[in-house]
């Protein structure tokens, strides 16, 4: 299994509402990472899981929440969204714990959010 | 921090041309540059990487090229196919998370 699975594909959501994203490997990857992509641009790092554990956060600001309940998944908890925040969330995994060594991100199909 | 520019924006080419995309990198101890395709609706997947003691990779249509003292790579596609359509990403990894370029829309046409 070289696929990492993102639920849901779409997601539309009020200011008010509280919503997560889901995110899977089965490759044995211990890194795992949530991206956000705004339409025609790269995308831009948000969190960084290490072996379970929070090791790099981007400045990302606190109504978005990450959860890294074992080595197989990923959550991100959106609570309070602005319009602002409407884009395809990519959640990624790289074989190494590390950051620093990572090399091949396999990459998820994402979720396009829309916040109303 | 790293910084990648890629160039151009867009390119578009006939069925059959070949296709090449530029990038550019400012941290000297950038020492990974891999290559990402991302069709439309799906997340960016990896089509080829070089490493910075390698000058040259080919992988069938698709080749890379490295420059480390002008600090600029590239990637070569022959025989366009319209399968090829898509926005590629270059980015230059150091000692943190790779930097991305800002992409390259290839528009192949039949």
Known sequence: DTEVTQTPKHLVMGMTNKKSLKCEQHMGHRAMYWYKQKAKKPPELMFVYSYEKLSINESVPSRFSPECPNSSLLNLHLHALQPEDSALYLCASSQAGSPATNEKLFFGSGTQLSVL | ?110
């Open chain 2, 1 to 110: 921090g790293e910084n990648v520019e890629q160039h151009p924006s867009t390119l578009s080419v006939q069925e059959g041309d070949s296709a090449v995309i530029k990038c550019t990198y400012s941290d000297s101890a950038s020492n990974y540059f891999p290559w990402y395709k991302q069709e439309l609706g799906k997340g960016p997947q990896l089509i080829i990487d070089i490493r910075s003691n390698v000058g040259e990779k080919k992988d069938q249509r698709i080749a890379v090229t490295l420059n480390k003292t002008a600090k600029h790579f590239s990637l070569h596609i022959t025989e366009t196919q319209p399968e090829d359509s898509a926005v590629y990403f270059c980015a230059a990894r150091g000692s943190y998370i790779p930097t991305f370029g800002r992409g390259t829309s290839l528009i192949v046409h039949p």
